[in-house]
């Protein structure tokens, strides 16, 4: 008996064969809506038809961001999405990423083929993305002469730094001659020497900003020496132009405010800056007076002059303090001399005389002490206090001293 299977495996059979076809997966398909229906989760479901057949569709919410429209019946539009299988019901739907309204498909279409083709020549690589200064003083712009980009780019970027001088290219940017004049402002503008350039106009439809889907224009803003902020339409709108610049804005005012940079904000860096030096300023020449002034002390001490004056002060010191030993060594020498002078007349032969005390001497002028060292009859001399007298030795008598005395 052959094989049998089930209904969830034949289904499930058939959505890997609709997963594995490469067309199914990235489709565009033309029709006309019905059965639209909002639902309450923020889905989207609708069927395409045309005069032969019909297709049930979804969009989930996750991808209205793409729905730049109010969808209704009788719409005509392209969907571009994935047709697979739900397994459940086993029937195909067209599961829709983006909805455009019948004429911008093709445009769609050639918008992501020019992509493809740029990407792989390397327009988009980041390491040929230039950075953009912080600081500029010449801004270029190209974009139309009048309309309210040029005038949102001005007015912020003179709100910003109003000495920014704002070159401004008036290019055509709608139509067949606006790729051309975009190419020929980005050249003019360059050769002029701007620091930057803002390339864009203001929102409309994928008709409207098709000049900044021409390879004319990728290929000039790569090719530009001067880093281009691309600023087209609105933030919901992309363009070939905002992959290839160096830097993309979502609107023209946005790139104003990223070419531009908030003179204020630097003039309160500045200030604050200058606040900042100014104080460290004054703590280093503070610091430095300390360190003079410690200097000139120090150069004080150790120079010559000021060797000379120390060791002069220290001589004079010297001097006085010698003085001063001095007179009081001459004082306690008279002082002890007047001591040994008094003792020296206690002890004086004339300070004896003059007390009533004699010298006796013999002939040969010694001392007579003991009775037994004269002779009777000799000479002696015996001196007083006011002169001599010379005795001669009649009689002499020796004293006989008690006994224990």
């Given at each position: 008996?052959?094989?049998v299977?089930?209904?969830?495996?034949?289904?499930?059979?058939?959505?890997?064969?609709?997963?594995?076809?490469?067309?199914?997966?990235?489709?565009?398909?033309?029709g006309?809506?019905?059965?639209?229906?909002?639902?309450?989760?923020?889905?989207?479901?609708?069927?395409?038809?045309?005069?032969k057949?019909?297709?049930?569709?979804?969009?989930?919410?996750?991808?209205?961001?793409?729905?730049?429209?109010?969808?209704?019946?009788?719409?005509?539009?392209?969907?571009?999405?994935?047709?697979?299988?739900?397994?459940?019901?086993?029937?195909?739907?067209?599961?829709?990423?983006?909805?455009?309204?019948?004429?911008?498909?093709?445009?769609?279409?050639?918008?992501?083929?020019?992509?493809?083709?740029?990407?792989?020549?390397?327009?988009?690589?980041?390491?040929?993305?230039?950075?953009?200064?912080?600081?500029?003083?010449?801004?270029?712009?190209?974009?139309?002469?009048?309309?309210?980009?040029?005038?949102?780019?001005?007015?912020?970027?003179?709100r910003?730094?109003?000495?920014?001088?704002?070159?401004?290219?008036p290019?055509?940017?709608?139509?067949?001659?606006a790729?051309?004049?975009?190419?020929?402002?980005?050249?003019?503008?360059?050769?002029?020497?701007?620091?930057?350039?803002?390339?864009?106009?203001?929102?409309?439809?994928?008709?409207?900003?098709?000049?900044?889907?021409?390879?004319?224009?990728?290929?000039?803003?790569?090719?530009?020496?001067?880093?281009?902020?691309?600023?087209?339409?609105?933030?919901?709108?992309?363009?070939?132009?905002?992959?290839?610049?160096?830097?993309?804005?979502?609107?023209?005012?946005?790139?104003?405010?990223?070419?531009?940079?908030?003179?204020?904000?630097?003039?309160?860096?500045?200030?604050?800056?200058?606040?900042?030096l100014?104080?460290?300023?004054?703590?280093?020449?503070?610091?430095?007076?300390?360190?003079?002034?410690?200097?000139?002390?120090?150069?004080?001490?150790?120079?010559?002059?000021?060797?000379?004056?120390?060791?002069?002060?220290?001589?004079?010191?010297?001097?006085?303090?010698?003085?001063?030993r001095?007179?009081?060594?001459?004082?306690?020498s008279?002082?002890?001399?007047?001591?040994y002078?008094?003792?020296?007349?206690?002890?004086?032969?004339?300070?004896?005389?003059?007390?009533?005390?004699?010298?006796?001497?013999?002939?040969?002028?010694?001392?007579?002490?003991?009775?037994?060292?004269?002779?009777l009859?000799?000479?002696?001399?015996?001196?007083?206090?006011?002169?001599?007298?010379?005795?001669?030795?009649?009689?002499?008598?020796?004293?006989?001293?008690?006994?224990?005395?």
């Amino acid at each position: 008996m052959k094989n049998v299977y089930t209904v969830a495996q034949v289904n499930s059979y058939i959505k890997n064969m609709f997963t594995q076809d490469f067309l199914l997966q990235s489709i565009l398909v033309k029709g006309e809506v019905s059965n639209c229906k909002y639902h309450s989760s923020g889905h989207l479901y609708f069927t395409l038809k045309d005069g032969k057949g019909a297709i049930a569709c979804v969009m989930f919410a996750g991808n209205r961001g793409g729905l730049k429209f109010h969808m209704q019946e009788g719409h005509q539009v392209v969907v571009a999405g994935t047709v697979d299988v739900y397994e459940r019901d086993g029937r195909y739907q067209l599961y829709a990423r983006e909805i455009f309204l019948d004429g911008a498909g093709q445009l769609y279409e050639r918008f992501e083929q020019l992509k493809r083709e740029l990407a792989e020549r390397g327009l988009f690589a980041p390491e040929y993305k230039r950075p953009v200064p912080k600081y500029i003083s010449r801004l270029g712009v190209v974009t139309a002469p009048t309309g309210a980009a040029v005038r949102d780019i001005i007015n912020i970027a003179r709100r910003r730094n109003p000495y920014v001088q704002i070159i401004l290219y008036p290019a055509i940017v709608q139509g067949d001659q606006a790729p051309a004049s975009i190419a020929n402002g980005i050249r003019a503008l360059e050769r002029q020497g701007v620091d930057v350039m803002i390339v864009g106009r203001g929102g409309g439809s994928i008709e409207d900003l098709w000049a900044f889907n021409e390879e004319l224009v990728a290929q000039a803003i790569f090719d530009c020496s001067v880093p281009i902020i691309s600023a087209v339409g609105h933030e919901t709108d992309t363009t070939i132009a905002d992959y290839v610049a160096d830097l993309r804005a979502p609107t023209p005012s946005a790139g104003a405010e990223l070419a531009v940079y908030d003179y204020s904000l630097l003039q309160a860096q500045l200030d604050e800056c200058s606040v900042g030096l100014t104080r460290r300023m004054k703590l280093r020449i503070e610091r430095d007076r300390m360190r003079l002034k410690n200097g000139r002390i120090r150069l004080q001490y150790l120079s010559p002059a000021g060797q000379i004056r120390e060791k002069r002060t220290y001589l004079a010191q010297l001097e006085e303090r010698l003085e001063d030993r001095m007179q009081k060594r001459i004082v306690d020498s008279r002082h002890r001399l007047s001591l040994y002078v008094e003792k020296l007349k206690g002890l004086s032969p004339l300070d004896k005389l003059n007390q009533g005390f004699s010298h006796v001497a013999d002939p040969e002028g010694r001392t007579v002490t003991d009775v037994n060292r004269v002779q009777l009859g000799e000479l002696l001399t015996i001196h007083v206090k006011n002169g001599r007298i010379t005795a001669q030795v009649k009689e002499k008598e020796e004293w006989k001293q008690p006994i224990g005395s």
